[in-house]
């Protein structure tokens, strides 16, 4: 099955963010790509990673010919920094604690 263009970039990136190390030549071959669509793929992996703020980088290892994602090890450590901060907004907002839109709402008709 040949896949289209979103498909592999998904690989590409699924391979990356495990910690695989991915040779352009071999992923080329596999998915019968040309050499400067792989490119372009990991300018696009980098500058969606520049976009969103991440500490997530995609290197290449001049030994091995090969692209990895650097700072891995970083990915679950922001996930649990963030988290709460996100818990603080919410229960700011009232959102968190349960009281959707709809509840505000009525509570400023109330007067409360």
């Known amino acids: 099955m040949k896949?289209?263009?979103?498909?592999?970039?998904?690989?590409?990136?699924?391979?990356?963010?495990?910690?695989?190390?991915?040779?352009?030549?071999t992923f080329c071959k596999e998915y019968e790509i040309e050499e400067w669509t792989f490119d372009r793929y990991i300018a696009d992996i980098r500058n969606l990673l520049s976009e969103t703020f991440?500490?997530?980088?995609?290197?290449?290892?001049?030994?091995?010919?090969?692209?990895?994602?650097?700072?891995?090890?970083?990915?679950?450590e922001i996930g649990l920094v963030l988290h709460p901060v996100r818990k603080r907004t919410w229960a700011w907002s009232g959102i968190f604690a349960g009281q959707g839109r709809g509840r505000r709402r009525a509570d400023a008709r109330q007067g409360r």
């Open 3 to 25: 896949l289209n263009k979103a498909q592999r970039m998904m690989v590409l990136y699924q391979k990356l963010s495990k910690g695989e190390y991915v040779c352009k030549s």
């Open 54 to 76: 991440s500490l997530l980088e995609v290197v290449y290892d001049r030994k091995s010919h090969s692209y990895y994602m650097e700072n891995l090890h970083l990915k679950h």
